[in-house]
């Protein structure tokens, strides 16, 4: 079957892949599935700074509203404000134009059902199948049942309200903020300012044209820099739609979402508030949180990459913390989906009780050496069944020994092949060997 939706949405080159025919009907197809028997349903929609943002927006605005859904313009805000608010005001559903951490000519959109969850693989598949069957079986509104579009973006208050109620006092703290010239930039400087911290705010643009752009939780080196020159406490860098978060600590060190979530593991287990005492992350994530598990005293389970996975092994067990490598985070207590700004309050939690350095913090997670290689492929299709890809992993399997990981995967959301190694030899041999594995599989996709 036809695929639309990837690991995070749909996304795609905004006015090519991702058109605003496309948007439109996939807002006909949404609202209509979604809508229920309210007697007047409501659909959400945000959007991040792109500039194709205002062109998809109106199209996707029109396809909900021609079905006899109203529409409520929230602007430029975060994914999960999106999902937050779409529970917080029981709306049937809730939708953001973003492609999140991707380049600026790319768009997408994710959306979230009225529980504020992200829709389920058998949904996404029926839209799927109503779309690509070229046929429109649903009624269109007429007269005073079609639906209403407006711009309306006073619920965010709800979102900001409830994040300061979380954040701690952050007096004395000086803090980098990298808002990534995306949604962050509206809300995470008045966030981090009410809770008293002092604040230094870099790549806060959102005019759109360089969302992304050697900036935010994908490229922290001037974050770093800033954090070290600025003699800041830590440094927050988020991404495009600000559902990940990477830090940096008072050395210009990066921390990823791997030692984010031990830091805030450790802190969850000594309150007891560590749902079973476990932390659920993905198969990305270094060995080494197994390792600091079983020395204090939490389990860990892995997931398949994609926070949808994460999420799911969540709430199948009732975990409350979970996430990945790459700063998706998810504190089911507070969100359904993960989100920047609150895993940032939730980690300033733990360093403010410890009152030591970030670093210190931050060096709790013992690391096997670990690289990732990205490598742009014309199809990632049929990379599993390639005898020379095969081969070449077999062969690297019984060079690096055990323990060892080695991971392929496509990337979800961009025509990427990703490679990880993971083995207890230098750091410098193993990027030569994922770098080689890499050429393998790129002369053979390519």
Known sequence: MEKLFGTDGIRGVANQALTPELAFQIGRITA????????????????DTRLSGGMLEGSLAAGIASTGVDVQLLGVISTPAVAFITRKVKANAGVVISASHNPIEDNGLKIFNRQGLKLSQRLEQQIEQIYFSGRDPFSRAVGAGVGQVYHNPAPVSYYLDYLKQQGP????????????????????????????????????????????????????????????QWRGDIGLAFDGDADRLIAVDEQGQVVDGDAIMAICALEMVSKGLLNHNTLVVTVMSNGGLELLGKQRGFTVLRTPVGDRFVLAKMLEGGYNLGGEQSGHIIFTDHCTTGDGLLTALQMLKAVQVQDRPFSELAAVLPRFPQVLVNRQVSSTAGWQS????????????????????????????????????EAPISEDELWEQAQALAE???QELN
Do not use: Y
Request: charged fraction near 20%; charge should be positive.
């Open 32 to 47: 209509s599935l979604l809508k229920g028997k309210d007697q007047r349903p409501l659909i959400l929609v945000g959007r």
């Open 440 to 442: 393998v599989i790129a």
């Open 386 to 421: 390639n005898k020379t890809i095969a081969s070449k992993i077999a062969e690297l399997k019984q060079r690096l020994g055990q323990p060892s990981q080695i991971l392929v995967r496509p990337s979800g959301t961009e025509p990427v092949i990703r490679v990880m190694l």
């Open 169 to 228: 006092d952050l007096k004395g703290l000086r803090v980098v903020v990298d808002c990534g010239h995306g949604a962050a930039c509206h809300i995470a400087p008045e966030i981090f300012c009410s809770l008293g911290a002092t604040v230094k705010v870099i790549h806060e643009s959102p005019d759109g044209s360089l969302i992304n752009v050697d900036c935010g939780a994908t490229s922290p080196g001037r974050l770093s820099r800033e954090v070290v």
